[in-house]
């Protein structure tokens, strides 16, 4: 007999490809042994180049081609709400491209070292670009648990990865904060399926409005606890405080993607409350945005704070990672479509150039000489001859020209300084908060409080980073230009690269973030999108012939 499939959606498909193609992957790589470094390395870059493939195709397809610009996978073919929907949009296509192409950028800089240091980083690797892809797929809340969970537990063993006495410290407090972190996790899942009786977005979406008296209470307490989890992860003050010791202490590659990590929380906050908050959430409307807000606030001024504290340049990454989440969060808690838009870019910006800038720590680590002792032991191993006595007139070579550019780059984009990205993005925030109808008729003393926390945040950033600047480039004892290895370069070059031609390209890219925006802001349109969708015929509903 043969099947009728042609009524099948083959291109819906590509939705489960983010998942299992790193799964897949993973675990063929986890039995290969400790010699086989150039065949992981050429199977883990393959699977983050099929991913980048998959992420740009489904760009495509729900900008272009799917109706609503929603596509749904069934897991396991069961109809919603019993089912796992999986849900990919113009949001969490864009957030597919991103972590493909910084998970790229980590493997080429890890090729030369760092990969080749344990057995099983490619395993790991992979098994954590399943666990962020399927976070920003899921549709389900306890599915969102079990992604968080294959997340972090990768993340435990990259954190690790080349150990240390710091790397050994930072691990210990990032895993005990993390456990406690999914504890709140359960405890809110239960208390929203206790309440409502389902654990899919889109269903409890609908049913949130008719929740009244002590069910909406209990509602709006599950999801607060189940908002802590991801605020820990998001960094919110004063949760965020593991991270710069973190940042700091991990290898170059894995400090690119918890960057992206940062990140999953202050989306998923993102996609929950727009999605049952909304305005269209009956008594439930708006609830925690105010939080948001301030929390948002004050994480700034705490990232902000410690930037201007500190002069280790990990660190220093570190606080700017929680400047830039809380902006996301206050722009969330605001409440404004537009701001949303001009905060999805920022979004972009920042993280690129912060997995940029930690990526070239390392490699500007290696022109610093703080002793004498370090001095002699860098030169014996890099073969460098006498410095000559009088250095006037000699031209700079490539490598210090590169990361002194890099540097530059890098931190003009972070304090959001123009010409580049950083500076699009934090215009087009301020043009958002500026608009006649931005919240309730004008900008209001909160909107003006945020836009100087933005402008005050972005001042500290580029004092701090020149002054570490100054303290490298000039004023340190530099004993000659850096070995630095071609795949180093070219993953911190190519961000920079994509961070210009976000500069260039804003208008395009603020256009696709605009249509992004507008359909998180409308539920209904997730609800229908994926309450509606139907399983795939059986064998036995099918017109079979001989």
């Not at 030169?379 to 031209?395: L, N, R, T």
């Not at 020209?401 to 580049?420: D, K, R, V």
């Not at 911190?492 to 359909?519: C, E, H, K, M, N």
Request: proline letters at 6%.
């Amino acid at each position: 007999m043969i099947l009728d499939l042609t009524h099948v959606d083959w291109p819906r498909h590509l939705v489960i490809v983010p998942v299992l193609l790193p799964l897949l992957c993973g675990a063929l790589l986890a039995p290969l042994t400790q010699g086989r470094h150039r065949l992981k390395f050429v199977a883990s870059y393959g699977s983050a180049l099929l991913l980048l493939a998959n992420a740009l195709a489904l760009v495509w397809l729900t900008d272009v081609q799917w109706p609503g610009g929603v596509g749904v996978y069934l897991a396991a073919n069961w109809a919603p709400p019993f089912g796992i929907a999986l849900v990919a949009d113009r949001l969490s296509s864009m957030m597919l491209v991103l972590t493909a192409l910084l998970a790229l950028c980590a493997l080429h800089y890890a090729q030369p070292r760092w990969s080749r240091i344990g057995v099983h980083f490619h395993s790991l690797f992979q098994f954590l670009l399943m666990g962020i892809n399927g976070a920003f797929l899921t549709h389900d809340l306890f599915n969102l648990f079990v992604f968080f969970e294959v997340m972090l537990a990768a993340s435990y063993g990259l954190v690790l990865h080349g150990y240390n006495v710091a790397r050994l410290r930072a691990s210990m407090q990032y895993i005990a904060i993390n456990l406690a972190a999914a504890l709140l996790f359960l405890i809110g899942v239960a208390m929203i399926y206790a309440t409502t009786g389902t654990l899919n977005m889109a269903d409890l979406a609908a049913r949130a409005p008719a929740l009244a008296g002590p069910e909406a209470g209990l509602l709006r307490t599950g999801v607060a606890v189940l908002a802590l989890a991801f605020l820990v992860k998001g960094a919110m003050w004063p949760l965020g405080f593991w991270l710069p010791t973190t940042y700091s202490a991990a290898s170059p590659p894995v400090a690119v993607m918890l960057v992206l990590m940062t990140k999953v929380g202050a989306y998923v906050i993102l996609r929950i409350w727009l999605l049952v908050f909304g305005a269209g959430a009956g008594p439930a409307a708006h609830f925690g945005y105010d939080a948001l807000l301030w929390g948002g606030m004050a994480t700034i001024v705490f990232g902000a704070a410690g930037m201007l504290a500190t002069d280790t340049a990990g660190r220093m990454a570190g606080y700017a990672a929680i400047v830039s989440s809380g902006t996301l969060l206050a722009v969330i808690g605001y409440g404004e479509p537009l701001l949303v838009t001009a905060g999805l870019y920022y979004y972009l910006a920042s993280t690129i150039a912060i997995a940029a800038f930690v990526l070239l720590i390392e490699l500007v680590d290696r022109i610093r000489t703080p002793g004498a002792a370090m001095l002699a032991l860098t030169m014996e191993a890099y073969a460098v001859e006498d410095m000559p006595a009088e250095p006037k007139g000699k031209g700079v070579p490539a490598a210090m020209a590169f990361l002194s550019l890099a540097f530059a780059a890098c931190s003009l984009t972070i304090a959001g300084l123009p010409p580049l990205s950083g500076f699009v993005a934090k215009f087009g925030m301020f043009h958002a908060l500026l608009q006649p109808g931005a919240h309730g008729g004008g900008i209001g003393p909160m909107g003006w409080s945020l836009m100087a926390l933005i402008i005050l945040s972005g001042l500290i950033a580029i004092v701090s980073l020149m002054r570490f600047g100054v303290r490298t480039f000039w004023a340190a004892e530099i004993v000659g230009p850096p070995r630095l290895h071609t795949a180093e370069v070219m993953p911190v070059a190519a961000l920079l690269v994509v961070s210009v031609v976000l500069t260039i390209q804003a208008q395009p890219v603020f256009s696709y973030l605009a249509r992004a925006g507008a359909d998180i802001h409308r539920p209904q349109l997730y609800i229908d999108a994926v309450l509606g969708t139907q399983p795939v015929p059986g064998p036995a509903s099918q017109e079979v012939a001989p």
